[in-house]
């Protein structure tokens, strides 16, 4: 008996109010993959990407492009915000005012695998856009699951971070599923690549198939 997919698109359009941004859409992805969707900003990926967390809920982690940190609170309560659904709002409000001991050690390894642990108690608006956005990585890790969404979730930090962090994700998460714009780094964290255009799925092919030159189409007008 073959087991039902993770995500199962058929012909599927996808948009906002002024219409559709993607057209006709026909997806798989299994329980188990490591997907990353490329192509041209406006191409898609972001709408795409959206849509699977909509379907996925509280079964997927995501990292959001826009970060979505409160930029008021500490590195360590943005973290814990990955868990706030596990627990109840008297717990949560007590942890706020007085982070708990437990919670501290359970986000310490987190943060510090991250190379964020001298910013534990730093409020999230002090910090530099990629320190943001390994916090945002170490809320995804604290709230764990099956399946990790990243859209663009390495844009804001180096090439040997972001190796670092698409390394700590790969290990964390049986799935992961990617919008990525750095093609080199796509081709290598992930098993497969799906590229989009105009509107349009135009390629999904393995990446071990693939060298970052056959990505090149989906740049150019």
């Known amino acids: 008996m073959t087991s039902a997919p993770l995500i199962a698109l058929q012909g599927v359009s996808l948009g906002y109010g002024n219409g559709p941004v993607l057209r006709e ?31 996925l809920g509280r079964r997927a982690a995501l990292v959001p492009q826009q970060l979505a940190l409160v930029k008021n609170l500490s590195v ?35 943060v510090d695998r991250l190379g964020l642990s001298d910013k534990l108690q730093t409020s999230a608006g002090e910090l530099s856009g990629g320190q943001q956005q390994r916090t945002a990585v170490a809320r995804a890790l604290f709230q764990g699951g099956d399946v990790l969404l990243g859209d663009e979730p390495v844009s804001s930090v180096d090439l040997l971070q972001a190796r670092d ?12 599923i990617l919008a990525m714009h750095d093609v080199n780094l796509a081709l290598a964290y992930a098993d497969r690549v799906i590229g989009l ?25």
Do not use: C, Q, W
Not at 34 to 52: I, P, Q
């Open 25 to 55: 859409v026909t997806l798989r992805i299994e329980a188990g993959e490591k997907v990353a969707f490329v192509g041209a900003s406006g191409a898609g990926k972001s709408t795409l990407l959206g849509h699977l967390y909509d379907r």
């Open 76 to 110: 360590f309560h943005n973290v814990y915000m990955g868990r706030l659904h596990h627990h109840s709002p008297l717990y949560n409000l007590a942890n706020l005012f007085l982070p708990l001991a437990r919670e501290v050690r359970a986000v310490g390894p987190l």
């Open 197 to 221: 255009k105009e509107g349009a799925i135009v390629l999904d092919r393995p990446s071990a198939e693939l060298v970052p030159s056959d990505l090149d189409p989906l740049y150019r007008p």
């Open 165 to 176: 962090v698409l390394s700590v994700l790969r290990e964390a998460f049986p799935t992961l």
